[in-house]
C-alpha cells in the first residue's frame, strides 16, 4: 500500500485507555501523583510571582471549578466555551474543568482583535467566554455572558478564581461523556488562509496524553524540570502544559509569554532541565550564545516544533550547547499534537535535517501531488498521515473536511516531505507556500535556512514576489545582525553561491524583526501583504 509504519510499539503501560465513558480530565486526574506525594509535588511554579501549585491544589481546584461551572454558572455537556487568557497557573485548571462537564473549550489567543474574537465566538458557537480583567473590554459588543479570570473592580461579576476558593470539589457533577464527544475546538493558525475550528474529541486527547507519558518516560524525563513560555491556546502548549505533562508528575514553570532574557534567568533560577520550544527560540540562543551570562547548565533537553528547523541551525546549536539535547518533533493542530518525534538522542544527532520518527500508532504516506501515487523513501510527495489522535473534521466546514480526510481516514497535510530508508521524517516546506519560479519550485524554508547560516543575519524570512516574466521571484527579508551592515547584493551574492541558479533569492529588503507568530510561526501573509503594498505605492 506504499504507507510507512510507526517503528516503535507502545509497551504494556502505555496502552491507550479504551474504556467508552473516558473524558480526558478524568484521564489525566488519574495520572496524578499518588494522594501521599501529591500534597508535596509541586505542579506549576508562577515565574512571575514564585507562586506554587501543587498536585493536590490542582487536583482540587479542578474538581471546584467544574462543579462552580455546572452548579453556579450552569453550563451543560456540549456547550462552547471560548477561553481568552495569556499563560497562567490557572490555565490547566479551566481546562481540565471544561473537559471534566462535557464542555467544549475554544481558547484563542490574547492578543486577538475584536473581530478576531467576534468571529471565533459565532464560529465555535460559544455560550459563555472566559477572559482576564484586561481584556474584559474586548467583548463589551460580543452579547455572550462572560465569566472574569479574577476579580475585578466590577463587583458583580462572578469570577473563576472565586468559583474555585467557594465551591465544594465533592460536589463535581455526574455528566455522562464518551471518548467520542467533542472535547476542544481549537483553531489552526492561519498560516496559509483563514484558519479553521479543529473538532478534537476526548479521544483524540486520550491518545495523545498517553503517546506523551510515554515519550517522557522513553527520554527518563519524569524528574525534569519543564520550562513554559509557548501559549496554551495553541495545540503546542496546550497538549504539553495546560494537560499532558501533568500525567508524568513533573513540575513546571511558567512564563506568560516568551522573552528570551526572561527565558534565560528562569532556567538559571529554576534550574530548568527541559524546554519544549520552537525554532525562533534555537535560533536566538545560537545567535546570541556567546553573550549569555545566565548559568544554562541545568538544560538537559529543548525540543522543537511547530515551524522548520533547519540542519545548519541545529548542528550549530549542538555546537555551542554541547550539553543539552536538541530533539525536533512535527505536529499538526489536526493531529492533536506531535506526529513524529525523536526517542533517541543519538538518532537526533545522526540525523540533524530530520523531525524525527512516526510516533507509536502513527502510519504516513507520501504522495505524489501529481498522480496521487504512494512514493517510495527519498521521493518527495505531500505527507498524509493516520493515527487515534487525527481530527474528528472542520467545524461547520464538510468541504474542508472532506477535502482534507480521505474515505479511508488519511489526514492531507499539505505539507511536501519524505521519509529517508530508516523510517526518518524530512519536512521541506508547505506546499501552498513554495514559489513558483519559471515552472521551478522553490522552498523559502531551504532559503531561510542558507540565510541564517550567515553570521552577519541575525534573522530572514523568504516570501514569493510577482514577476511578469517568471511568474515569482524569491524575496527575502533579512535582519541584520548588530553591527552588521551587509548589503542587498552581498546577501543576493551568498546564497547564489550555495544554491541552483532558479532558487536564487532575487530582492533583498532589510527590516527590524520578523513578524512570528505566539507558537514561532513566521508570518509570512503579513510579509506578503507588505511587499505588496510596497510595490503598488
Ligand atoms: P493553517 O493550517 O491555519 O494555515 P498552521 O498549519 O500553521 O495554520 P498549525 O496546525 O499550528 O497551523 O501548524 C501545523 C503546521 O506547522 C504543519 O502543517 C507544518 O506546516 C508546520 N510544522 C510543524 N512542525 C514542523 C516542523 N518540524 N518542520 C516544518 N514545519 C512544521
Ligand atoms: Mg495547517
Known amino acids: ?35 501521599d506525594h501529591a500534597d508535596s509535588r509541586v505542579a506549576l511554579i508562577d515565574s512571575d510571582t514564585n507562586q506554587r501549585v501543587t498536585y493536590a491544589q490542582l487536583h482540587r481546584s479542578i474538581r471546584a471549578l467544574a462543579s462552580g461551572l ?8 456540549g456547550d462552547a466555551i471560548f477561553l481568552l487568557s495569556p499563560n497562567s497557573v490557572l490555565y490547566p485548571t479551566m481546562c481540565l474543568a471544561i473537559f471534566s462537564i462535557g464542555a467544549i473549550l475554544s481558547p484563542a489567543n490574547p492578543a486577538y482583535t475584536v473581530s478576531e474574537i467576534a468571529k471565533q465566538v459565532r464560529d465555535s458557537g460559544a455560550k459563555l467566554v472566559i477572559s482576564t480583567p484586561e481584556e474584559q473590554h474586548k467583548f463589551a459588543q460580543i452579547g455572550v455572558p462572560i465569566l472574569l479570570t479574577a476579580r475585578s473592580s466590577d463587583k458583580d461579576s ?11 470539589p465533592l460536589e463535581l457533577p455526574k455528566v455522562k461523556l464518551t471518548q467520542s464527544d467533542t472535547a476542544a475546538v481549537l483553531y489552526s493558525s492561519g498560516t496559509t488562509g483563514t484558519s479553521k475550528g479543529v473538532i478534537l474529541t476526548h479521544a483524540n486527547f486520550i491518545a495523545v496524553m498517553t503517546l506523551l507519558r510515554w515519550s517522557i518516560y522513553e527520554i527518563s524525563a519524569q524528574d525534569d524540570i519543564f520550562l513554559c513560555f509557548l501559549p496554551m491556546f495553541h495545540i503546542y502548549g496546550l497538549a504539553f502544559f495546560a494537560l499532558g505533562l501533568f500525567t508524568v508528575g513533573v513540575t513546571t514553570v511558567l512564563m506568560k509569554r516568551y522573552d528570551f532574557q526572561a527565558m534565560l534567568q528562569a532556567v538559571e533560577a529554576h534550574k530548568v532541565s527541559n524546554i519544549p520550544a520552537v525554532p525562533p527560540v534555537i535560533l536566538g540562543l545560537v545567535k546570541h550564545a556567546s553573550k549569555i551570562k545566565c548559568d544554562l547548565s541545568s538544560l538537559r533537553r529543548i525540543g522543537s ?3 522548520a528547523l533547519s540542519k545548519e541551525l541545529t548542528e550549530e546549536f549542538r555546537l555551542k550547547f554541547p550539553w543539552v539535547e536538541l530533539r525536533p518533533g512535527y505536529g ?12 533517541s538522542n543519538e538518532d537526533a544527532r545522526a540525523h540533524p535535517a530530520s523531525c524525527g520518527m512516526l510516533e507509536p500508532t502513527f502510519s504516513a504516506k507520501v504522495i505524489d501531488i501529481e498522480t496521487g501515487t504512494a512514493l517510495p523513501p527519498y521521493k518527495r510527495g505531500e505527507l498524509w498521515i493516520k493515527s487515534p489522535t487525527i481530527m474528528k473534521g472542520y467545524l461547520g466546514n464538510e468541504e474542508a473536511t472532506a477535502a482534507t480526510i480521505d474515505s479511508d481516514g488519511w489526514l492531507k497535510t499539505g505539507d511536501l516531505g519524505y521519509f529517508d530508508e530508516d523510517g526518518f521524517l524530512y519536512v521541506v516546506d508547505r506546499i501552498k507556500e513554495l514559489i513558483k519560479h519559471n515552472g521551478y519550485q522553490v522552498a523559502p524554508a531551504e532559503l531561510e535556512a542558507v540565510l541564517l547560516s550567515h553570521p552577519k543575519i541575525a534573522d530572514a524570512a523568504v516570501i514569493p514576489v510577482e514577476d511578469e516574466e517568471s511568474g515569482e521571484i524569491p524575496m527575502a527579508y533579512v535582519v541584520r545582525a548588530s553591527g552588521s551592515e551587509i548589503t542587498e547584493q552581498q546577501v543576493i551574492q ?9 532558487k536564487k533569492v532575487r530582492r533583498v529588503d532589510f527590516i527590524g524583526a ?24
Open 305 to 307: 516544533g511547530a515551524a
Open 1 to 35: 500500500t506504499g504507507a510507512y509504519h510507526s517503528l516503535t510499539q507502545l509497551c504494556e503501560n502505555f496502552r491507550i485507555p479504551t474504556r467508552h465513558d473516558l473524558d480526558t480530565a478524568e484521564y489525566v486526574l488519574s495520572q496524578f501523583p499518588n494522594p
Open 494 to 502: 551568498f546564497v547564489a553561491n550555495q544554491v541552483a541558479p532558479y
Open 514 to 537: 520578523i513578524p512570528k507568530s505566539a507558537a514561532g510561526k513566521i508570518l509570512r501573509k503579513q510579509l506578503v501583504s507588505d511587499a505588496h503594498k510596497q510595490q503598488t505605492t
Open 332 to 343: 499538526l493542530t489536526e493531529s492533536c499534537g506531535a506526529t513524529t518525534f525523536f526517542v
Open 70 to 77: 455546572y452548579h453556579g454558572v450552569g453550563v451543560r455537556k
Open 158 to 168: 462572578l469570577c473563576v478564581e472565586e468559583l474555585i476558593e467557594g465551591c465544594d
